[in-house]
Nanobody, 126 residues
Framework: QVQLVESGGGLVQAGGSLRLSCAAS????????MAWFRQVPGKEREIVAA????????YYPDSVKGRVTISRDSAKNTVYLQMNSLKPEDTAVYYC???????????????????WGQGTQVTVSS
């Protein structure tokens, strides 16, 4: 059974930093694109960062570019999201996601991902 388990969320003041982790089990994802999404109540789930397999090509939307970094440790089957200069509008539940297809590019849409974690709350106070 595949599981993605996020950790590292919490309450932080504006301008602070958090590092989220997503540990995968049940299969390895070293050849699969992975991503982080976030969602606030009443809004669509939106992508925060994505990382491809192999050379680790990354994608960030303009809303977070320069403030977040996605990385992966294939040996640990874990993906990370380092978030700096956090803003109150970054408050959301953050989800880890993985594509099922091997050797496929990362996607930017929720529909591109097949496995999801349960989410971790990030709250940024002003």
């Amino acid at each position: 059974q595949v599981q993605l388990v996020e950790s590292g969320g919490g309450l932080v003041q504006a301008g602070g930093s958090l590092r989220l982790s997503c540990a995968a089990s049940g299969r390895t994802f070293s050849r699969n694109a992975m991503a982080w999404f976030r969602q606030v109540p009443g809004k669509e789930r939106e992508i925060v960062a994505a990382i491809g397999w192999g050379d680790g090509m990354t994608y960030y939307p303009d809303s977070v570019k320069g403030r977040v970094t996605i990385s992966r440790d294939s040996a640990k089957n874990t993906v990370y999201l380092q978030m700096n200069s956090l803003k109150p509008e970054d408050t959301a539940v953050y989800y880890c996601a993985a594509r099922n297809l091997y050797d496929a590019d990362y996607g930017r849409s929720r529909a591109d991902y097949d496995y999801w974690g349960q989410g971790t709350q990030v709250t940024v106070s002003s």
